[in-house]
Structures are given as C-alpha cells and as structure tokens.
C-alpha cells in the first residue's frame, strides 16, 4: 500500500524558514516524481512544486519560486520542501503527492503568523 | 497556466439521487505519450483528498463502480450514480498533464 507521511510543519514567524519532510512507503519511491500541492485554509488545492525521479527536472509556482526549494533523497525514500522568508499567505496544509497526484499523504499543516 | 473550470460549485443531493459533474480544460490535455492526465479527487470531511478516477475514466483502486468519468480533450464529466452518504465532500478535477498542475475550484457536495 503506498504511504506518504508529512512532518515538519508548525507556527513560524514571517520572514523565516522551515523544511518539510516525506517519508514514501509501499512502492519503489526512486522511480517516481513527486509534487508538494497547498491547500490554505477554507481554499482550494494549489500546485507548489514537482520533482523528476533523479531531480533532474524541477518546477515551481510563481508564487514560491525562489523562496522554496524542493529535494528528494531516494535512499532515504524522502521527499523534502525548504520554505525560506515565509509569507503570511503562505500557511496552509501541505500534501505530498505522487506523480500524476495518483496518491496524497494527510497533509501538514504550516502556519506563518507573529 | 491551463485554467480548470469546475461546475457547480455545489450540489445538494438525496441519498440514491444521481449526479453529475462538469470541469473544462483551458487547453487540451493530451499529453504527447497519448495519454489525457485528468484525474478527478474526493476530499471527505476534514480528509485529505483521495483520487477516484485517473485518466478520464480509470477508476481508482477501491472505488465503487457508482463513479464514473467520460470525457476528451477539454470537456470532462464525473458521475455518482446512487449517492451513498459516504460520498459527500467536495470533488476536485485535477489536470496532470502540464506543468504547473492546475485544479478546479471544487464542488461541494451535501446531503438534500
């Protein structure tokens, strides 16, 4: 069964940073690209960032590029999601996803708050 | 970016009622391997989202056959035949074929 598990969120200031985990199970986590998707509270899904299964290609929305960046370890089967000089409208649930958004994990919540 | 127009936005239904969702793609989603990555997502209550529905018409592992999709090109449809209670949430279309990965806005679906 594919399992995804997030950890690492929480209550951070404005302007800081904070690294997101997660942690694949169940399928051969190498040989997929995997995504980070946002959902602020009450709002809809937003796509973040994808990565290719050897990282070779990454992509990121407007709204984070050059703020985030997103990493994998494949021996470690851990996806991972650095957020710098975080934002208010930053704070959301955060889902990992694999490729194709076939399966989610239950989310981690971030929130961005004085 | 492709814009997915999702409608309605909510649905208030009978339980054995059928329904019917639409999303519409701002571009073709056949993607150059052939293949058409809409997926369509169940969100329960306080749940993260679960997919029901993977290249148009594929169902997800352990889905009901009550789900159903059709669709090509830009013009997609989900439909729940008999709606049990454990189908209400809200229904996400998803496309996967380009990059970024764009949603509808959700359909809410609640008990009549």
């Known amino acids: 069964e594919v399992q995804l598990v997030e950890s690492g969120g929480g209550l951070v200031q404005p302007g800081r940073s904070l690294k997101l985990s997660c942690l694949a199970s169940?399928?051969?986590?190498?040989?997929?690209?995997m995504n980070w998707i946002r959902q602020a509270p009450g709002k809809g899904l937003e796509w973040v960032a994808s990565?290719?299964?050897?990282?070779?290609?990454?992509y990121y929305a407007d709204t984070v590029k050059g703020r985030f960046t997103i990493s994998r370890d494949n021996a470690k089967n851990t996806l991972y999601l650095q957020m710098t000089s975080l934002r208010s409208e930053d704070t959301a649930l955060y889902y990992c996803?694999?490729?194709?958004?076939?399966?989610w994990g239950q989310g981690v919540m971030v929130t961005v708050s004085s | 970016d492709v814009v997915m127009t999702q409608t309605p936005p909510s649905l208030s239904v009978a339980i054995g009622q059928s329904v019917s969702i639409s999303c519409k793609s701002s571009?073709?989603?056949?993607?150059?391997?052939?293949?058409?990555?809409l997926n369509w997502l169940l969100q329960n209550p306080g749940q993260s989202p679960k997919r029901l529905i993977y290249?148009?018409?594929n169902l997800g592992s352990g889905v009901p056959d009550r789900f159903s999709g059709t669709g090509s090109e830009k013009d997609f449809t989900l439909k729940i035949s008999r709606v049990e209670a454990e189908d209400l949430g809200v229904y996400h279309c998803?496309?996967?074929?380009?990059?970024?990965?764009?949603f509808g806005a959700g359909t809410k679906l609640e008990l009549k």
């Open positions: 169940g399928f051969t986590f190498s040989n997929y690209g």
């Open positions: 290249q148009v018409s």
């Open positions: 990565i290719s299964s050897s990282s070779s290609y990454i």
């Open positions: 998803v496309q996967a074929t380009h990059v970024p990965h764009t």
């Open positions: 571009q073709s989603l056949v993607h150059s391997d052939g293949k058409t990555y």
């Open positions: 996803a694999r490729h194709r958004v076939s399966h």
